[in-house]
């Protein structure tokens, strides 16, 4: 499990010291509990492994309920190349032909079990053709906020709705996304890796030359975690790469599993307030209950007093005790300005 | 002064306890405060009257310091007809010709100064002339929340500056009081009024009979204040006509004095974000500074949390502790709509 990221995009409600994991946005549960009931179909407990920032970690360890050692904590932020990079080392020590599944600690799946079946058929197509495998979400939308995957031909008869990949394609525009769902073989990149530790890092060594020198002094560690001067010396050393581009993008050796899957990694407050199920005419709530007059497609979340809104459409309020955010939800996906104005205003303190 | 009104076009800052004339909205200071200032360049403070609701007069005794021997405090609400008339017939049993400028608790004049010398000359005039005297005030823009008086020819040598009243007219449209501004000799009704005990007594015989019924057995009261149950027995029976209704678009003893007068009635959230200085681009915050990101044209208003907007316009954002607001400012007219919605969800004690 990939626990990293800010949480600005979820201000108030995620902080830096409260990132979007742990927010408790659907069914009362919070995003990282749901990905571990996730996990938990898919392997024993004692083969979660988490891999997250210093600053969540403990909240991590606690809410989790993982020994220190399965949580790898990155000394600094090196982006998903280096995170997948060296979890993959850490657990070829152990196995090299383990297999192992990447899932972001904050994203929904509605449906566990169909994930789960999901996501052992594809661990058994990588643990067999020693292939990197990546889910590809059937899309139901021209979403313009996720990457797409255009599919290649089938990956042969041992391996029944296997497809090679075509190519990667970057968050398009809205015209180019509706193309894509007219044209068909188009899948969302929902960035659900299933990999052999092996593998991973043989294409690492090829794809992306200077992350493997990185992992270099972490592999060497074997079956212990590093010492904290040699990890902190690697991630200093460690280029920042997205693992899409630094290998999937590059690497000849990858395949797609296309699901019909409900997935969201609920990226913005609007993205959100659509798995929520905030259809056009009306409004959803959180927490305590809202009153909503003569308003549609707002949404609303506050633990303890009541909001009002009267004569108002498509926004999002949230309230956090001590600060309370009015925005536009279509604006949600520039957020991250808001924060920045705050820290630039002198109040981190909030953020 | 008339301190009246329910204050719902204010929530969630005003409620039934906690009225318009208490909210501390411009400069530090409530409307009431301001009023009883204004109030005081006008007559010596002994001199000053209040006509309330039963629900604040404890409230109003002791925000303004008045003794209870001056706070006339309605059994129930029968408009602005009963109020003056019980105002004047308590002050005609200790001086028939007694002047009453009759000043409501929750208007804004920022220039106090100017606005006594407009009263005193108006005093004047009605008490040398024996009429209805109302302030007319020179529209700066064609405001469709006010009515309007039309000019008449002026009142005579005597009275300079004092006209004659055409006729009041009824708030108008937003076409009909464009043509008011482009024609000239329109004045907005502040409901100022200033009159001799004896002159609006007579008036409201001629023009109110009804009204005057009502008041007689008040009259008869003399000097002290009438007994709880001549009170509540006078207001039972008195109907509920506003003055202007009852008597000043009837009687032909009426004239105005134009004067050119920042004043505003304060009536909704809007109107106060235009006192505040809210133009086009802008915005305006109260109590606690809030903060505004890529957004124009909103009132804020937090004593506490920090209140953050982010690609919004238009909206009045109000937090009152156990209930906040978000609202369109251009329908903030129809806010009681609001009030009544949380009434009918159980919530009466919201509001």
Chains 1, 2 share one sequence.
Not at 142 to 147: C, N, Q
Not at 227 to 254: F, T
Not at 268 to 288: F, H, I, P, R
């Amino acid at each position: 499990m990939l626990a990293g990221g800010a949480g600005e995009r979820f201000w108030p409600r995620s902080r830096r010291q409260l990132p979007k994991p742990f927010l408790e946005v659907v069914d009362g549960k919070s995003l990282l509990e749901a990905t571990l009931e996730r996990a938990r179909r898919i392997t024993a407990p004692d083969r979660i492994w988490i891999v997250c920032g210093r600053e969540h970690a403990a909240a991590l360890r606690r809410h989790a309920g993982l020994p220190a050692s399965r949580v790898l904590v990155e000394p600094m932020r090196r982006n998903t190349a280096m995170a997948v990079g060296w979890a993959a080392a850490r657990l070829s020590a152990i196995d090299p032909d383990a297999v192992l599944v990447t899932l972001a600690a904050d994203h929904r799946v509605p449906d566990a079990a169909a994930f789960a079946r999901a996501c052992l058929r594809g661990a058994a197509a990588a643990e067999k053709a020693g292939v990197l495998v990546t889910l590809g979400i059937r899309p139901t939308r021209p979403d313009t906020g996720y990457g797409y995957i255009q599919l290649g031909p089938v990956a042969g008869p041992g391996f029944p709705g296997l497809h090679r990949v075509r190519r990667f394609v970057e968050k398009p525009d809205l015209g180019r996304a509706r193309r894509f769902l007219r044209q068909g073989g188009f899948l969302w990149n929902a960035g659900i890796f299933i990999w052999t530790a092996r593998a991973i890092l043989e294409e690492i060594e090829a794809c992306a030359p200077d992350v493997a020198a990185a992992l270099a002094p972490l592999r060497a560690a074997k079956r212990g975690m590093p010492p904290p001067r040699v990890l902190a010396a690697a991630y200093r050393k460690a280029p920042s790469k997205a693992i899409d581009v630094a290998v999937m993008e590059k690497s000849r050796r990858v395949w797609t599993l296309p699901v019909s899957l409900g997935w969201s990694d609920v990226g913005t407050w609007a993205s959100l307030a659509c798995e929520l199920g905030l259809a056009a005419g009306g409004n959803v709530g959180l927490g305590n209950p809202a009153l909503f007059e003569e308003s549609e497609g707002n949404l609303v979340w506050s633990e303890k007093r009541l909001i009002a809104l009267f004569g108002v459409e498509g926004l999002v309020v949230v309230d956090a005790g001590d600060a309370l955010l009015v925005a536009r939800l279509s604006r949600s996906g520039d957020l991250r300005r808001l924060v920045e104005a705050l820290r630039a205003r002198g109040r981190e303190d909030l953020t």
